[in-house]
């Protein structure tokens, strides 16, 4: 089975159903087979070889979905671009992986235009709407439009097969320039299949697309409903509120966010209406504080709410059925079907239960690696220590960069990433766990830990706020808090307040922006004065 054949196959098996609802318009599975097929065999047309990369840089959108699937019918590897990314962004995904195709609209190839001719791979632009003022490529570029995709005739498409590159799929460059994750039709298959199961994913359901698309959260929600024959529903939103308003107006019966949407949809009072629908919401994407959570069941007492735990470059790793989150309140659960979890030393042998250590991840979910990056690759993704006997190929693994445990039970939880760990009077400290007693005081809507340069601590411990709705700001009261709940070393130094919290492409605070921009911001007086 290859990635298109998810929404080919419910086709042929549920054809009028509805697969998809784009704002006013739907489209049955039939009518989306169709589509996809006229798209793909214009892909090849405009001369989409086997295996080259065609970028996608639309918001979420009909076009946008119809684009991954035929591209992976014509042979190709669909590469997303979020729409949130500026010029530069865009540009250096596009020459990192060579794309040769760019499925964009007119004004955002208009804004591409002063970078579109540094990309030398790229020989077809194809635009999605009609603009009178269409903006004048460079010269060895063609420019295609949609319907002339759709108008062109009918031919072979390249042939691939499960281990094939699929798509690639850019984390945020926070860090740096953006890396591609390379992901194959047989991860995307085993991800679609495997979170489906546990969320017993049926023709019934309504999925409320509210994540980026070029996040493999937000991908995963399109390919899991279309397994299935459920119907997707798209949503670009400005507001919280707009959530919660079209939950009620679609009848969704699913719903994935992070962690920073919860914390925003938890302030409002939810209609009744929307828990007689709503099934279930997860969250991935970083740790759900516990009063986040608490407020949430209070506001879906029907709805189950399933804690999951994953990383693009192997889906999803962990979930925690609904029902015992309070049985092992915090964990992030076990591994979800067809997947090994442990949490290994860095010598690589095994932690004992309660013992902190590099969470691993090994399966058919495991990708390929990052493109073009092979230092990065052999970073992360690594053979596994144990062998089976007789056989002499390694299995390759992916090395997490995230600190857990695991109890005696085989559940695990989630301590930090290696890198937003604080290090502060000689102790390693986990953010999460500020993190929590913050929201545990009420006093805010969301807080971030992070840590700032210090003469003497190594580390001083920041925590910055957004205020709760009609709460003052209070420093204070927060630092109050810790000093009752944490060790000393834990309470923070510092507290700071802001309208808003940065966040990246995908939707999550941004740490490494927000110590960037404060490291310089205390001097060593203030510091000591607080």
Aim: charged share 20%; proline share 7%.
């Amino acid at each position: 089975m290859l990635f298109h054949h998810i929404p080919l196959d419910t086709a042929a098996a549920l054809p009028d159903n509805t697969a998809l609802v784009d704002k006013t318009r739907e489209i049955r599975y039939a009518d989306l087979a169709t589509r996809i097929k006229q798209v793909a065999a214009g892909l090849v047309n405009a001369g989409l070889k086997r295996q080259e990369r065609v970028g996608i840089y639309l918001p979420k959108s009909l076009p946008t979905v119809v684009s991954f699937f035929a591209t992976s019918q014509a042979g190709g590897v669909f590469v997303p671009i979020n729409p949130l990314l500026k010029v530069e962004q865009v540009r250096h995904i596009l020459c990192d992986c060579s794309a040769t195709i760019l499925i964009t609209s007119s004004n955002r190839l208009k804004m591409l235009n002063t970078v579109s001719g540094n990309c030398n791979d790229l020989h077809t632009v194809i635009l999605i709407d009609q603009n009178k003022e269409l903006p004048t490529p460079p010269p060895h570029v063609q420019l295609l439009s949609w319907q002339q995709l759709l108008d062109a005739p009918d031919v072979a498409t390249h042939r691939t097969i499960d281990t094939d590159m699929a798509t690639i799929l850019y984390t945020s460059g926070s860090t740096g320039k953006p890396k591609g994750v390379v992901l194959s039709h047989k991860n995307m298959i085993a991800g679609a299949n495997s979170v489906a199961r546990y969320l017993k994913t049926c023709p019934d359901d309504r999925v409320l697309s509210v994540l980026p698309l070029s996040f493999d959260y937000g991908l995963n929600q399109i390919t899991k409903s279309f397994l299935k024959g459920a119907t997707a529903i798209l949503m670009n939103y400005l507001f919280a509120k707009e959530v919660i308003n079209k939950l009620e107006q679609e009848r969704i019966t699913g719903l994935a966010g992070v962690p920073s949407l919860w914390a925003q949809l938890a302030q409002f009072t939810w209609p009744e209406g929307i828990s007689k629908n709503l099934r279930y919401v997860t969250n991935s994407g970083g740790t759900l504080p516990q009063s986040v959570l608490n407020k949430m069941r209070r506001s879906l007492p029907k709805t189950k709410i399933v804690l999951m735990y994953g990383l693009t470059e192997a889906f999803r790793s962990t979930w925690l059925p609904p029902d015992e989150i309070d049985q092992h309140s915090g964990s992030i659960g076990k591994a979800i079907p067809n997947t090994e979890v442990m949490i290994l030393r860095e010598d690589g042998t095994p932690c004992a239960p309660h013992e902190p250590g590099e969470l691993v991840h090994r399966g058919s979910l495991v990708a390929m690696g990052y493109w073009n990056n092979r230092e990065k690759t052999n970073k992360r993704f690594k053979p596994l220590p144990r062998q089976v006997a007789g056989l002499s190929l390694p299995e390759i693994a992916v090395w997490s960069g995230d600190i857990a445990y695991r109890d005696e039970d085989d559940y695990f939880y989630f301590v930090g990433r290696q890198d937003d760990m604080l290090k502060s009077s000689g102790y390693r400290i986990s953010p999460t766990e500020i993190e929590e007693v913050v929201y545990d005081s009420g006093l805010v809507e969301e807080a971030v830990a992070i840590g700032v340069p210090h003469p003497v601590l190594g580390q001083r411990i920041v925590v910055v706020a957004t205020p709760a709705k009609g709460i003052e700001p209070s420093p204070e009261g927060i630092v109050a808090v810790c000093k009752g709940r944490l060790p000393a070393y834990m309470v923070p130094g510092v507290v700071v307040y802001q309208a808003s919290l940065p966040r990246n492409v995908n939707g999550k605070t941004d740490r490494k922006k927000l110590t960037a921009e404060l490291a310089g911001s205390f001097q060593e007086e203030q510091i000591k004065k607080t």
